[in-house]
C-alpha cells in the first residue's frame, strides 16, 4: 500500500516536474490582459459595423428605403450614404433635399475609435506610447474619437480613461495597421472599470469599501485575492458609480490585493487596476502619500504620470551602477531591462 | 495488471497532450529572397509573433558570420517598438537592441486578415561577401511579459539560413520604395529633475518614422551650431534664455523639426550677477577712495 502511495507520489512529482520545465511560467501569476476590438477599413468595399456603406456595398439600401421616390443612391469617400443622386417627386409634400455633388474631397488616412468608458469621463488616447488626442465620454459613457494625419503602417495605440474624481482606468493597448487613404474604424473598447479603497489597512472582521465609476447600470465583479479568491458583485447606478462593502472576516490577517471588471449586455471588460491592502489589528484609511506622488509604480518624477520623461530618467541610469534607490524599480542594484518592462505595464503616457 | 498498464497509458498520454506546448512567443528572422548570390544585398525582416501572450520588453543581439557578411543598413521605421533603450545601430559591424512596448503588444490586428499578425522589431540589410552557408541568429536574447514584473518568457527563434550561389543572377535587385515623408510631428520637453545631471535642464523628446525610421536627432540652441544629441539631452544653456530647436532625422535624410522661443526672458541680473558683485565693489572702492582724499583735502 506504501509502496503503491509512493508511486502515486512519484508520478504527481514527474507531472509537476514535467509541467514547470515545459512551462517555466506555470505557476506564475502573470495577468495577461485581451482585448476584444473590431476593426474594419472604410474603402475595401465590404459594408461593416460603424460604416452606412463602403464602396458598392451599399447594406442593401436604396433611395426608396431612405425615404426618397427614385434615383441612384451612392456610397460617399467617408463610408456614409451620398443620396445627392436620389429624387423626390415635386408633388410629394414629404419630399425635398437633394442636390450637393460636386468635387469629392481627399480622404484623409484616419483611426476613429469607438467604446464604452464612464459617463462624462476623459478618455485619452495614446499613439505609439504618448497621448496624442482626448475626447469626453457622454452621459451614456459612449465615446468615438478620431485620429488623423497619419502616415500608412503598423501603430500601437493605446486608450485609458479618467474618471470624475481624476482615478484612471488600465491602459488597453493594441497594434494595427493603418493602410494610405483609408478610415480604419476600431469599435468595441470596453474600458475597464477605475477602482478605490477607503482604507489601506483594515481590522479583520469590519468592513472594507471599495469603490469606483463604470459603465451605468451595468453589473460590477469585484474580486479579493487571498489564499481563496472571493468574487462579489454589484450593479452600478446611472451615473456609474458602483460601491461594495466588503466584509473581511472571511480574510487572512496579510496582504491582499482587488480589482474588479464590469458586465453589461453580454460584454465583458477585462479586469483594472488592482489595489492593494492589509488586514491586521486596526484600521488606518487610505491616504496619498505627498512625498511619492501619486503612488504610481515607475513614476520616478513624482507627476502622477508614467511617461517618456520616466523612461528618459530611467534611460539615463540604464545599466550604471548604483542608481538611486527609487529609480531601481525591482531593487536589485542596477536599471536593466526588468525595470523598464515593470515601467511599460504602468505607463500612462 | 493489464488495467493499470491501461491507466498509465491513459496518464502518459494525458501528461503529453497538456504538456506539449500550444504555441511558444517567436522570433522570426524572414526575408522574401530565396537565392541570392556572392556581392549582392538583401533585406531580413525581425518579426515577433506573441502567440497569445502580451510583451512589452525586448532585448537582443544580431549574430552573423562576419566574414561572409556586412551589416549595412538598419530600418526601425515601423517598428513595434515605440521608446528604444538602445538603438539599433551597426557597431563593430554587429547590431545590439533593447527597447519596450508601454501597455504591450499581443500581435497586429489587420483588417485584410483575420488572424493576428506578427511585428516588425528590425530590418537589417546585409552585403553578401562570400559563398557558403550562412545562418543569421540572435543572441543574448530577452523577451519580457506584461505582467509588471517583467517575467522572462521562453521564445524561440526562427534563425535565417540561406547558400549564396556564385553564379549571378539575371533577376534586378528589388526596387526599395523611396521614403519621402518627414518624422511624425512632435514636441519636447525641458524637465530637470534631481536623479539625473545633477538637476541641471535637459530636454527629452522622441518621435517615429513609418518608413525608413528615424537616425538620429539634432539639437540647436540660440545660434550655435546644431549638435547630435540623444534624450535626455543636457542643455548647455542652463538660463534658458535662447531658442531651442530639435531637429529628428530619419534614415533617408527627411526632416521634422521642433521648436520653441526662449522658455525664459534673459534676466542679466541673473545671468551676471557675479560681475554686478564685482562692479559694485569696484565702485565702492572708488568711492571710499575719492571720499577719503576729498576729507584729506578739506582737512589740509
Redesign the interface.
Known sequence: MLVKKGKING?IL??IL??FL????FF?N??????S?I???CG?NIQESGENCDGSDLAGQSCIGLGHDSGTLTCSLDCTFNVSQCENDPDDPGGGGGGGGGIPTPVETSVTFSGRAYPWSEVFV?K???IVASTVAGPDANFLVTLT?L????Y?F?LYAEDLEDRRSS???????V?YGNQ?L?SGFFISPSIDIDKSQVKRGDNIAIFGQTTPESEVTIAVNSDVQHFKTTDSDEDGIYLYNFDTAVLEMGDHITKSKTALNGDISNYGQALGFIVGDTNIIKEDDPGSGCGI?AD??YDCRVN??D???L????QKSSP?E??DL?DNGVVN???????????T? | MQMRKVIKFF?IIG?LI????VLAVQLNLESDIETVNVGQKFWLNLMLAPE???I??I?ATVNYPQDKLTLININD????I??W??VPDIKNNQTTF?G?????????????HSEI?P??VISLEFLVNKGGEIKIDLNNL?V????????S??TRVMAFEIIPTEKIISSSPKKEVEDL?AP??FTF?I?K?E???ENQY?L?F?T?D??SGIDHYEVQEGNLDFKIAK??YLLENQYLNGKIIVKAIDRAGNERISRVGPPRQDNLLERYWKFFIVLLIIIMLISIFFLKRSIKNNEN
Open positions: 508520478l514527474i507531472i514535467g509541467l515545459i512551462y517555466p511560467n506564475v502573470a495577468d495577461t490582459i485581451n482585448i476590438v476593426v474594419h477599413i475595401d495614446l505609439d506610447s504618448q494625419d502616415s500608412a503602417g503598423d500601437t493605446s491602459l488597453i493597448t493594441f497594434s494595427t495597421y493602410s480604419t476600431v509604480v520616478v518624477n517618456l520623461v523612461f528618459s530618467i534611460a539615463y541610469w540604464y538611486p527609487h529609480i525591482n531591462l526588468v525595470d523598464f518592462s515593470i515601467m511599460a505595464f504602468y505607463w503616457g | 496518464i501528461i497538456i504538456a506539449t506546448p497569445g501572450e502580451t512589452n520588453a532585448k521605421g515601423g517598428s513595434i515605440s521608446s533603450i538602445e533593447a519596450i512596448i508601454p501597455g504591450g503588444f499581443s500581435g497586429v490586428l489587420n483588417p485584410f499578425m511585428g516588425k530577452q519580457l511579459l506584461h505582467d509588471g514584473v517583467g517575467t518568457v521562453d515623408e511624425e510631428p520637453q524637465i529633475d536623479s539625473i545631471f535637459v527629452i522622441n517615429q513609418k518608413d534624450s535626455p
